[in-house]
C-alpha cells in the first residue's frame, strides 16, 4: 500500500504497492521524474483529444514497478480496444507527501491537469473541497460493476456533499509482522498473539536483551514518516483505546474533532517508550522519509527486525520481479492482530485506508478518462492487479473467487481483518490533522517534548487545522 504510506501506500499504502516482471517502458512515454511529470502535464492535456493521460505515484524504490507494469498491459489492451485512442502514462516518483503536493500543483490548472489522477483515498476530500476533482456520478450511474464494489469502498470516495469522485482500485489493512527466527532466538513464542500493548513491549524488551544487534519495533513515527506516521503508527494504537464505540479522532454527533483524550496521550505515551528505551530504530533513521523502503527491502527480509506494525500490502516487495525476491517470507514471517490497549473488546484493531482513481475537475478528455478505469476495473483486470500489489479486494465477484483468496500467504490473515476495521475520518481537514498527529509524535519520538506538551501542542494545532471545531473528551 501506501498508506498505503511510503507507503502508498501506503498504498500511504502509504507506500507504492507493486510487483509484476519489470518491462522496458518506451521513451518519451513514461516521464520519470516528479518534475517532468509536472512539466509533460503542461501543454498535453488539451492538445489531444484522442489521448488520455495518467498520473500516477512511482515508488522511490527503482525496483519496485508494479503499477508502472499494470498500467503499461492495460494501456496496451485499451489502444488495442480503442482503435486510434492513445494513453500517455504520467508516473510521479516521489514519497507521499511530495507527491500529494505535486498532485494539487497539477490539478490547478488546465495546462498541466492529467485526465485521470491516482488519489489517496485520505487526501480525496481535500481535492474536492478545493473544487480539483470532478463528480463521477453521471458515469457511475451507467456502469454496471459499480455495483460491484463494497459499500466501505465507496464510501471512501464520497465527499460531504453526496457525490462520489473516485473508484477505488483495492483496500489494505494492518496488523504486526514479526521473524521467527528472532523469537525462537530470544524464547518468544513461535505463534505469538499479544493480547495488550504491554504485550509487544514486552516482546521487544526480551529482543533488545537476548538479540542483540537487531531492531526489536518498528513503530512509523514523524513527519518524514507522513501519512504512514500516523496511520501504521499513531491510529493503530489510538483506534485501540477507550471502549471501541466512538471514533477517537472525531466526534459524529458534535461533528467535531476530539481534543484532550486520555488515549491520544496514552498513544503518544506507548511511542515515547519505543523509542525512549531504544526498543526501536535508531531515531535518526526512523525520521528517514525513506526508512520504510529500508523496512521492506533490507531489514526484515536480512532479519534485522523482530517486530513490525505495518500493513498487509508488504509482500508486493517480495515476490518475483520486485527486485527484492524473497519467496521464503511466509515462512520466515508471523502474523499477528495488533491488540487493543489492554485486551479490551473487540481485542484487535486495523485501520483501513487505499487509493483511487479520480478526473481532475480540469481534464481535458473525462470521457476518455472514464472509459480507461472501466478497462482498468473489469473483474479479470481488478483481480490481476489485487494479487499484483497485496491488496485487499473491493469487488465482491473477486474477494469471492477462489484464485484470489489462495493467490498469496496471508492474505486471508488480512481480509479477516476487514470486519473489525477503521477508517480515517474522510474529511477535508484530516491532512491537516495528520500532520498535527506527526508533530506530536516527532517530539515524544527525538524526546524534545513530553507527553503532555506534545498533547497539548496537538490540542492547538487541532483548533488551527480545524477552524476551532473542536470538542474536549
Known sequence: MPVRPTAAPLRTRTRTRRTAPARLLLAGTLVVTAAGAVTACGGGSGSDPDTVEVSFKQSTDNNIRVLDNFLADIKKQFEKENPGKKVKL???KAPDSEYYTKVQQMLRSPKTAPDLVYEDTFLINSDITSGYLKPLDPYLSKWKDWNQFIDTAKAAAKAQDGKTYGVPDGTDTRGLWFDKAIFEKAGLEENWQPKTWDDILEAARTIKEKVPGVTPLNVYTGKPAGEAATMQGFEMLLYGTGDGGSDPLYDEASKKWVAGSQGFKDALAFVETVYKEKLGPDVSDALDPNFATRVRGELLPEGKLGINL?????PQDWLEGSGHEWPEWSQKLGLAHMPTQNGQAPGKVSMSGGWTWAIPDKAANPDLAFKFIETMQTKANAQKWYIANSG??????????????????GIKFFTDLVSITHYRPAYPAYPKVSTAIQEAMEGVTTGDSSVEEAASGYDEELKSATDNQVIKK
Open 392 to 409: 485487499i479486494a473491493v469487488r465482491k465477484d473477486v474477494a469471492d473467487d477462489p484464485e484470489y483468496q489462495k493467490a498469496q500467504p
Open 90 to 92: 504520467v508516473p510521479i
Open 310 to 314: 505495518d500493513g498487509s500490502w508488504l
